[in-house]
């Protein structure tokens, strides 16, 4: 089961959709904002590809954050980050049965989809 991550009015996110619909590859969708987010999912997450990846230091969610929050970052501290603010997550990621990827790129996709 390939589940694709992410909240629906990302661009990004949003071209994923598109993308994985033209190929008529079956998907579900999680939506972070309505749907939440669990520790333990996050933590899968974090294990395979670092927090550093997911924790999206470009967009306004980060810059929104307080300097305190921002200041003395580990693991830890950027997963409850991530929980309490899941759209400061680097979006999509997409599971595929328990592999992760994290953004989305055309030539990334057709890489590690059969």
């Known amino acids: 089961m390939i589940t694709l991550y992410g909240i629906p009015n990302c661009g990004t996110v949003s071209k994923a959709r598109k993308w994985l619909a033209a190929r008529g590859i079956e998907f579900q969708f ?11 999912t996050l933590q899968n997450w974090v294990k395979q590809l670092g927090w550093e990846v997911l924790l999206n230091k470009r967009g306004m969610t980060w810059r929104k954050l307080p300097d305190e929050q921002k200041k ?36 990334q996709y057709e890489q590690i989809l059969p």
């Open 30 to 40: 999680h939506n972070f904002k309505k749907d939440g987010l669990d520790r333990d």
């Open 72 to 107: 003395d970052l580990d693991e830890a501290k950027a997963i409850n980050i991530m929980l309490e603010n899941t759209s400061i997550i680097k979006r999509p990621v997409l599971d595929i049965g328990g592999q992760y990827s994290v953004g989305f790129k055309p030539e």
